[in-house]
């Protein structure tokens, strides 16, 4: 079996007494979406804030594609492939829908750029930008200022900055929330498109989503995992039944 992309071994973080990860262990395979599902205060996103460098674990490893990230600092991971995306709004409201997505590009690339020269001079950073909006069916709003969008749109712009950073593995936290049913669908249809390309750690409460993208579903109660696996074993399994999906069980 091959190793996997992440693994987190024996994590712990506290805040005085409250443990919000608890000598967690996981592990998420190349190509796969995994969901991490849970109750509010299941310690979910905390886990993401250790994942992505925001915050340093008490104890414990956090291993991406075989070297430890512990203790890298969080503007060094997505040169690694490691990718954050939805924990805040990080558009620039005043630029353009393509300036944003350029920007974004600009980082990787390290093309020269200067936030006040017109980006469509840099056909390299345009193109780029261009496919990324393609892909998250914006590129009808590429002149539009960032702050005429919609909630749902600014959700898919934030994708599409973090899909011109190649990541290999994508942090998505709750990237429906604020969204009607009809964005929703859309977002699902395509990170659903993205499958076996990015490998995706997905923090989502909408269960319908999580049950049409997931390929394994991790169960967190109080910083623990009391059950990792498929869509179908998660419904089934009686401990998440009373801990979680009692409460929200999708239809």
Not at 95 to 104: D, M, R
Not at 204 to 223: N, P, S, W
Request: charged fraction near 25%.
């Amino acid at each position: 079996m091959a190793d996997p992309l992440l693994r987190v071994e024996a994590l712990a973080k506290s805040f005085g007494a409250l443990k919000a990860t608890d000598d967690l262990t996981l592990e998420v395979a190349d190509g796969e979406i995994h969901a991490l599902i849970g109750p509010n205060g299941a310690g979910k996103t905390t886990l993401v804030n250790q994942l992505s460098g925001e915050l340093k674990p008490d104890h414990g490893r956090v291993l991406f594609d075989g070297h430890d990230i512990t203790t890298l600092p969080v503007h060094e991971r997505p040169h690694l492939g490691l990718v954050r995306s939805f924990q805040i709004t990080s558009i620039f409201p005043d630029f353009t829908v393509l300036e944003n997505v350029a920007l974004s590009a600009q980082s990787r690339t390290g093309h020269s750029f200067h936030f006040f020269a017109p980006v469509r001079r840099d056909r390299v950073l345009n193109r780029i930008a261009g496919e990324a909006l393609a892909a998250v069916g914006m590129k009808a709003e590429a002149d539009r200022p960032a702050h005429a969008l919609s909630h749902g749109q600014q959700r898919r712009l934030e994708l599409a900055m973090a899909l011109v950073l190649k990541p290999r593995l994508l942090l998505l936290d709750e990237p429906m929330a604020g969204m009607g049913p009809d964005e929703s669908a859309f977002v699902v249809d395509v990170l659903r498109g993205l499958r076996g390309e990015v490998t995706m750690l997905l923090i989502e409460h909408d269960m319908d989503a999580v049950f049409a993208l997931a390929d394994r579903i991790t169960v967190l109660v109080y910083g623990s995992a009391i059950a990792t696996g498929t869509p179908a074993e998660i419904r089934e399994n009686p401990a998440v039944r009373e801990a979680y999906l009692g409460e929200e069980e999708p239809a």
